[in-house]
């Protein structure tokens, strides 16, 4: 019995690679309640939006793959070598606020699980970011990652909740291809985070950095392709059921906005009492893992592409750079969410919204990165790949520019 | 601020003049020609409208923040040389390897040397800027004048890189030729550091390195690399450079490294290995790789039983090359079976006449081929051990494993 399930264990973690760990940090704290929320509110209505996104999801995750693999170089390097340093410095900016806008929601989610079991913030925050800064300087990051990586598999509990509430399936069926657009602030906001949660900009330069220093070649590539096209079809099945399972509990009672984190736990109801145990460990875990991973992928893509020594086998005294960012993030991260009366749902689903915000600025440069011949050889975009990419610049820069519209005219009419 | 320093930022859209002072166009970039000089700046770019010119060295009369001014102002038009080393083009924001500091860095900014020669000036790059201080400068180019940019930066620490110890990385040969690009600098690097560096480099330089350095130092640099690299070098050389530079290897290491090969490389490259090495390491790569036949190298010295201290000195002498490491001397019977190891340094405390086996340690441990990696490390721990030897069925001497190969593999761990 304890050698089958070695065996299963070896299996798992035999197709875990790169793409796999970026869509399970993918679902982090902003993932979930993002989907919480669009479900509690939404119903199944936002269901069409995931289709689009997992295609969009493959294609940047595809692109960032390809390009690390055919130039063995990190995304922040090959902007800064193609269009300068002014240019790196503008989308590392970019790239920075995003995370640190992540940090935050991670450490709100951090705070918002621990908060169900009544462990205060000021206690959970300092104690996460701590775990977070040891975990990664100590270098047993490494080895802890097999850990978070397995406690994801807490995500079927939302597999089964979804089915367990017995939902409308046709109806989910039916929203899950039928586009509905509303020009109406609250619902665009919730498109832009929806995309900004799971296409985040520093997955691209996470993933690009990974599969890099893997050392994949190009010839290696395809079956790496697989790995990152199952990774992003595995996001989106859970992001599926995380909305199914909202709508089903929260939005067919009575549609309403998550006020705390402990409130989207209801989407796990079926579990009866353990839901709350449930829903915490999956974001407790979620949070932490990509509280792990994305002050350390900031860091790296800054220092390489403004040519600061990097690594934490390095000194602080020979990469201060590199751990001031790092510890910044931390600590503003966790700084922020003690502020006792943060609101923090509010304050991870507007993170999500500015990753979406930011996106097309990084998926820009990528898409003409990756078309330049000198740099790609036979392996540029095919025209199928830049429609979409050009595409998804337009189309969520027109959502942004739609959400600011709608806003100022609100704030016009009151 | 010294003004006989001009940075390559400050250079970019410097006004060049001509004898009458009306001005001729803007700087868009300067351009190096190391064969026929390696620091002096051969000639500058200058834009005027769409197409551009080329003032050469010789052609100016002085150069400061205020322009350039022109001693003949007869200019070609710009075309593209293969001689020509550009610094917007080759250098500005690409990684080059600091020889000095050991590691890959990446170039912000140049700084040149205003330099009198025959009565006009000319310039001598210095150093490649890294760090804040040029970023600072790079991000305000010509959105501040000059001058302020050289108060304001004052406060930040500045980090540069001396001209005669960056190392350009540049994957075509024939570019390298004509630019000139030497590997003396690597050549002169501890191994290791190479190794590290090379680690750093994406697949395309790598490549180039190991294509142009000496095979000696490519092999000491190779058995640092980390495994995974080390295949994909090796895969992407030449099959005939590939086993010069596994030849050079311990045969060990070479063992190892080729057993990370597929089949139809690692054959091709022991095809193309001279005789000798290609035995052992053959016979090295039969073995399992986690057992002590696969941890083992075969560089060692044993001597028959009746030997002396004075024929042990005579055998030292010979194997020269091994000196650096080894630490251990064998002893082997008529059917060279093993029957004792004497620490080196023992040797020094005998004279000449002294039998060997009179200086053999106590109790000899040792070890069969077959034996499991993890046993092998216990050994090495439980005994303190610097070599152990490894016998066959027959107990015949087949190898030796050292405390480095263990290091290695608790490092792995």
Same mark, same amino acid.
């Given at each position: 019995?304890?050698?089958?399930?070695?065996?299963?264990?070896?299996?798992?973690?035999?197709?875990?690679?790169?793409?796999?760990?970026?869509?399970?940090?993918?679902?982090? +704290?902003?993932?979930?309640?993002?989907?919480?929320? +669009?479900?509690?509110?939404?119903?199944?209505?936002?269901?069409?939006?995931?289709?689009?996104?997992?295609?969009? #999801?493959?294609?940047?995750?595809?692109?960032?793959?390809?390009?690390?693999?055919?130039?063995?170089?990190?995304?922040?390097?090959?902007?800064?070598?193609?269009?300068?340093?002014?240019?790196?410095?503008?989308?590392?900016?970019?790239?920075?606020?995003?995370?640190?806008?992540?940090?935050?929601?991670?450490?709100?989610?951090?705070?918002?699980?621990?908060?169900?079991?009544?462990?205060?913030?000021?206690?959970?925050?300092?104690?996460?970011?701590?775990?977070?800064?040891?975990?990664?300087?100590?270098?047993?990051?490494?080895?802890?990652?097999?850990?978070?990586?397995?406690?994801?598999?807490?995500?079927?509990?939302?597999?089964?909740?979804? =089915?367990?509430?017995?939902?409308?399936?046709?109806?989910?069926?039916?929203?899950?291809?039928?586009?509905?657009?509303?020009?109406?602030?609250?619902?665009?906001?919730?498109?832009?985070?929806?995309?900004?949660?799971?296409?985040?900009?520093?997955?691209?330069?996470?993933?690009?950095?990974?599969?890099?220093?893997?050392?994949?070649?190009?010839?290696?590539?395809?079956?790496?392709?697989?790995?990152?096209?199952?990774?992003?079809?595995?996001?989106?099945?859970? +992001?599926?059921? =995380?909305?199914?399972?909202?709508?089903?509990?929260?939005?067919?009672?009575?549609?309403?906005?998550?006020?705390?984190?402990?409130? +989207?736990?209801?989407?796990?109801?079926?579990?009866?009492?353990?839901?709350?145990?449930?829903?915490?460990?999956?974001?407790?875990?979620?949070?932490?893992?990509?509280?792990?991973?994305?002050?350390?992928?900031?860091?790296?893509?800054?220092?390489?592409?403004?040519?600061?020594?990097?690594?934490?086998?390095?000194?602080?005294?020979?990469?201060?750079?590199?751990?001031?960012?790092?510890?910044?993030?931390?600590?503003?991260?966790?700084?922020?969410?003690?502020?006792?009366?943060?609101?923090?749902?509010?304050?991870?689903?507007?993170?999500?919204?500015?990753?979406?915000?930011?996106?097309?600025?990084?998926?820009?440069?990528?898409?003409?990165?990756?078309?330049?011949?000198?740099?790609?050889?036979?392996?540029?975009?095919?025209?199928?790949?830049?429609?979409?990419?050009?595409?998804?610049?337009? #189309?969520?820069?027109?959502?942004?520019?739609?959400?600011?519209? #709608?806003?100022?005219?609100?704030?016009?009419?009151? | 601020?010294?003004?006989?320093?001009?940075?390559?930022?400050?250079?970019?859209?410097?006004?060049?003049?001509?004898?009458? @002072?009306?001005?001729?166009?803007?700087?868009?970039?300067?351009?190096?020609?190391?064969?026929?000089?390696?620091?002096?700046?051969?000639? &500058?770019?200058?834009?005027?409208?769409?197409?551009?010119?080329?003032?050469?060295?010789?052609?100016?009369?002085?150069?400061?923040?205020?322009?350039?001014?022109?001693?003949?102002? %007869?200019?070609?038009? &710009?075309?593209?040389?293969? &001689?020509?080393?550009?610094?917007?083009?080759?250098?500005?924001?690409?990684?080059?390897?600091?020889?000095?500091?050991?590691?890959?860095?990446?170039?912000?900014?140049?700084?040149?040397?205003?330099?009198?020669?025959? @009565?006009?000036?000319?310039?001598?790059?210095?150093?490649?800027?890294?760090?804040?201080?040029?970023?600072?400068?790079?991000?305000?180019?010509?959105?501040?004048?000059?001058?302020?940019?050289?108060?304001?930066?004052?406060?930040?620490?500045?980090?540069?890189?001396?001209?005669?110890?960056?190392?350009?990385?540049?994957?075509?040969?024939?570019?390298?030729?004509?630019?000139?690009?030497?590997?003396?600098?690597?050549?002169?690097?501890?191994?290791?550091?190479?190794?590290?560096?090379?680690?750093?480099?994406?697949?395309?330089?790598?490549?180039?390195?190991?294509?142009? %350095?000496?095979?000696?130092?490519?092999?000491?640099?190779?058995?640092?690399?980390?495994?995974?690299?080390?295949?994909?070098?090796?895969?992407?050389?030449?099959?005939?450079?590939?086993?010069?530079?596994?030849?050079?290897?311990?045969?060990?290491?070479?063992?190892?490294?080729?057993?990370?090969?597929?089949?139809?490389?690692?054959?091709?490259?022991?095809?193309?290995?001279?005789?000798?090495?290609?035995?052992?390491?053959?016979?090295?790569?039969?073995?399992?790789?986690?057992?002590?036949?696969?941890?083992?190298?075969?560089?060692?010295?044993?001597?028959?039983?009746?030997?002396?201290?004075?024929?042990?000195?005579?055998?030292?002498?010979?194997?020269?090359?091994?000196?650096?490491?080894?630490?251990?001397?064998?002893?082997?019977?008529?059917?060279?079976?093993?029957?004792?190891?004497?620490?080196?340094?023992?040797?020094?405390?005998?004279?000449?006449?002294?039998?060997?086996?009179?200086?053999?340690?106590?109790?000899?441990?040792?070890?069969?081929?077959?034996?499991?990696?993890?046993?092998?490390?216990?050994?090495?721990?439980? &005994?303190?051990?610097?070599?152990?030897?490894?016998?066959?069925?027959?107990?015949?001497?087949? @190898?030796?494993?050292?405390?480095?190969?263990?290091?290695?593999?608790?490092?792995?761990?």
């Amino acid at each position: 019995m304890w050698k089958r399930f070695r065996y299963h264990i070896a299996i798992f973690f035999a197709v875990i690679g790169p793409g796999f760990i970026t869509a399970m940090v993918d679902n982090d +704290a902003g993932g979930i309640l993002t989907y919480s929320q +669009a479900g509690a509110k939404y119903g199944y209505l936002p269901l069409w939006t995931l289709l689009p996104i997992t295609l969009l #999801l493959i294609v940047t995750q595809e692109m960032c793959s390809r390009m690390g693999a055919v130039t063995g170089k990190g995304l922040s390097d090959l902007i800064r070598e193609e269009f300068g340093l002014r240019t790196t410095f503008i989308v590392m900016a970019v790239l920075v606020l995003a995370n640190l806008t992540n940090m935050i929601a991670d450490f709100a989610g951090i705070a918002g699980s621990l908060e169900i079991f009544n462990i205060p913030r000021w206690v959970s925050v300092p104690l996460g970011a701590a775990i977070v800064w040891l975990l990664v300087v100590k270098g047993t990051y490494a080895s802890v990652e097999k850990i978070f990586l397995f406690a994801c598999l807490v995500y079927i509990a939302y597999i089964v909740s979804a =089915i367990l509430v017995k939902p409308d399936w046709k109806e989910a069926a039916i929203y899950s291809v039928r586009p509905v657009l509303m020009l109406q602030g609250a619902y665009i906001y919730m498109l832009i985070g929806m995309v900004g949660t799971s296409i985040a900009p520093w997955m691209q330069f996470y993933l690009q950095a990974a599969v890099v220093e893997k050392g994949v070649t190009a010839k290696e590539y395809k079956e790496s392709r697989i790995e990152v096209i199952v990774g992003c079809i595995a996001m989106s099945v859970i +992001a599926f059921f =995380i909305i199914v399972a909202c709508a089903g509990t929260i939005y067919e009672v009575a549609p309403r906005d998550l006020q705390v984190p402990a409130d +989207a736990a209801a989407g796990l109801r079926p579990f009866g009492n353990y839901a709350y145990l449930l829903f915490a460990a999956g974001l407790f875990n979620a949070s932490l893992f990509a509280a792990c991973i994305l002050p350390l992928s900031t860091a790296y893509s800054v220092c390489e592409g403004l040519g600061f020594e990097s690594g934490v086998n390095h000194r602080f005294r020979e990469a201060p750079i590199f751990y001031w960012l790092f510890t910044g993030l931390i600590v503003v991260g966790g700084g922020v969410v003690m502020w006792p009366r943060f609101p923090l749902v509010k304050m991870i689903l507007f993170s999500q919204v500015i990753n979406g915000v930011l996106l097309p600025i990084v998926l820009i440069f990528m898409t003409l990165l990756i078309n330049k011949k000198k740099l790609m050889h036979e392996w540029t975009n095919s025209r199928f790949y830049n429609f979409i990419s050009w595409a998804a610049v337009a #189309l969520m820069i027109g959502l942004t520019m739609a959400l600011v519209a #709608l806003s100022i005219q609100d704030m016009m009419k009151s | 601020m010294a003004d006989e320093r001009l940075f390559f930022t400050e250079l970019l859209g410097l006004k060049v003049f001509d004898l009458k @002072g009306r001005t001729l166009g803007v700087v868009k970039d300067a351009a190096i020609v190391p064969l026929l000089d390696p620091v002096r700046v051969d000639r &500058y770019l200058i834009g005027s409208g769409a197409a551009w010119l080329t003032v050469r060295h010789d052609q100016v009369r002085s150069i400061s923040l205020d322009g350039i001014h022109l001693r003949d102002e %007869i200019l070609t038009p &710009y075309h593209s040389d293969e &001689y020509m080393l550009r610094v917007v083009r080759d250098l500005m924001d690409q990684q080059i390897i600091d020889a000095q500091g050991r590691k890959v860095v990446r170039v912000t900014d140049v700084t040149f040397e205003i330099q009198p020669e025959n @009565g006009g000036e000319v310039l001598w790059v210095l150093d490649v800027d890294i760090g804040l201080r040029a970023i600072f400068r790079r991000l305000v180019q010509g959105l501040l004048p000059r001058r302020w940019i050289r108060r304001l930066q004052v406060g930040i620490p500045p980090h540069s890189i001396r001209w005669e110890f960056c190392n350009i990385l540049e994957p075509d040969p024939q570019r390298r030729l004509r630019l000139n690009i030497s590997n003396r600098l690597l050549e002169d690097m501890h191994p290791a550091d190479l190794a590290d560096i090379v680690e750093d480099l994406t697949p395309e330089h790598r490549e180039a390195i190991f294509e142009n %350095i000496d095979s000696e130092v490519a092999a000491d640099a190779l058995s640092e690399v980390n495994p995974n690299i080390q295949a994909s070098i090796l895969e992407s050389l030449e099959t005939e450079k590939a086993a010069d530079i596994v030849e050079e290897m311990a045969p060990d290491e070479a063992a190892d490294v080729l057993a990370e090969l597929e089949q139809e490389t690692s054959d091709e490259i022991l095809e193309e290995m001279e005789h000798e090495p290609k035995k052992e390491v053959r016979e090295l790569l039969e073995f399992k790789e986690d057992s002590a036949g696969g941890m083992m190298n075969t560089e060692y010295i044993a001597l028959t039983e009746n030997a002396t201290v004075a024929d042990a000195i005579q055998v030292l002498k010979t194997n020269e090359a091994l000196m650096e490491t080894l630490n251990t001397l064998f002893l082997l019977d008529s059917e060279e079976r093993l029957t004792g190891a004497v620490p080196l340094a023992r040797l020094f405390l005998h004279d000449g006449a002294t039998p060997l086996r009179s200086l053999a340690v106590e109790t000899l441990i040792d070890a069969p081929v077959t034996e499991q990696q993890d046993r092998i490390t216990e050994l090495f721990d439980k &005994y303190n051990l610097l070599a152990l030897p490894v016998v066959d069925e027959d107990r015949k001497l087949t @190898g030796v494993i050292t405390a480095d190969d263990i290091i290695s593999v608790l490092r792995e761990k």
